[in-house]
């Protein structure tokens, strides 16, 4: 559980923080569904490649779409 201050801000328990790998200077998206709050780590592209194993990304674009 935490408590919101009163500027509004909270603090991630440090148990969270390193289960999620949550640095400081990281970002985040904030999105909220039915009342409820989640806050998702937002990583660099070139941290998610190999992230879903067999995914090919061969041809994925076409030639004709690429900026020479």
Request: net charge positive; no cysteine; aromatic share 4%.
């Amino acid at each position: 559980m935490v408590t919101v201050s009163k500027k509004y801000q909270i603090v991630i328990p440090e148990r969270l923080r390193k289960k999620a790998e949550i640095k400081p200077g990281d970002k985040m998206v904030a999105i909220t569904k039915h009342g409820i709050i989640q806050y998702i780590p937002v990583s660099p592209l070139k941290a998610t490649e190999g992230f879903i194993p067999g995914l090919d990304n061969e041809n994925l674009r076409d030639e004709s779409d690429r900026i020479d």
